[in-house]
C-alpha cells in the first residue's frame, strides 16, 4: 500500500464515523491538534505509540499502522503555485508579505532562517462581530548562518552589522 492510499483510508474511515479532527486527535493525543492531521494526512509522522493509538482507533493492519510512523515524503501532493483557494491564500500571504517578514526578522535576530522544523503552531478561532477571525500563531526557532573562517572581532553566527 502506499502513503496516498492509506490516506485515503483513514478520510474515508474519517467519513464514514462522522469523526472530527479534534475527536481524531483526542485519541490518538501526544501532539499538535495541526501535526495529528498532518500526520493523517500523510506530511507528518507519528511515535510508535500514536501510530499504534491511531492503528486501533480506525482498526489498522500492522503493516499500516508501522507506515504512520515512518517518515513521510513531505510536499507531495500540492500543485506549486497551489491551485486550492485556502492554501493558495497562504502561499498570497508568503508572496506579498515574505519581504517584510524578511527584513523584520533579519533586523531583530541577524542574518539567518526560522526553523519550520524546531517549530510550534496554533489556530484557533476568535470571535469577531464582523466575522469570526482565523488566528493562525507560528514560533520557529532562529537558526543564524555560519559565516566560514570567521576571525578577529567577527561573529561566527548570524552576523549583525551593529
Known amino acids: 500500500m502506499k502513503r ?3 490516506t485515503e483510508k483513514l478520510l474515508d474511515i474519517k467519513r464514514e464515523k462522522g469523526w472530527s479532527w479534534k475527536y481524531i486527535c483526542e485519541k490518538i493525543g501526544g501532539y499538535s491538534e495541526v501535526l495529528i492531521t498532518g ?3 500523510g506530511q ?3 511515535t510508535k505509540p500514536q501510530a499504534a493509538n491511531a492503528g486501533e482507533l480506525f482498526g489498522l493492519s500492522k503493516a499500516e499502522t508501522a507506515m504512520l510512523n515512518e517518515v513521510p515524503m513531505r ?3 500540492t500543485p506549486m503555485p497551489p491551485t ?3 492554501i493558495y491564500r497562504f502561499y498570497e500571504m508568503v508572496m506579498v508579505n515574505g519581504p517584510a517578514w ?3 526578522i533579519e533586523e ?3 542574518d539567518g532562517i526560522m526553523s519550520a522544523i524546531d517549530f510550534d503552531m496554533a489556530i484557533e478561532r476568535v470571535a469577531n462581530p464582523k466575522g469570526d477571525r482565523v488566528k493562525f500563531t507560528m514560533s520557529g526557532k532562529f537558526l543564524p548562518y555560519k559565516y566560514y573562517g570567521a ?3 567577527v561573529p561566527e553566527y548570524g552576523f549583525k552589522e551593529g
Open 102 to 104: 524578511k527584513a523584520l
Open 151 to 153: 576571525s578577529g572581532n
Open 108 to 110: 531583530e535576530f541577524g
Open 44 to 46: 507528518m509522522k507519528l
Open 4 to 6: 496516498e492510499d492509506l
Open 39 to 41: 500526520a493523517i494526512l
Open 75 to 77: 510536499g507531495t501532493g
Open 84 to 86: 486550492d483557494p485556502l
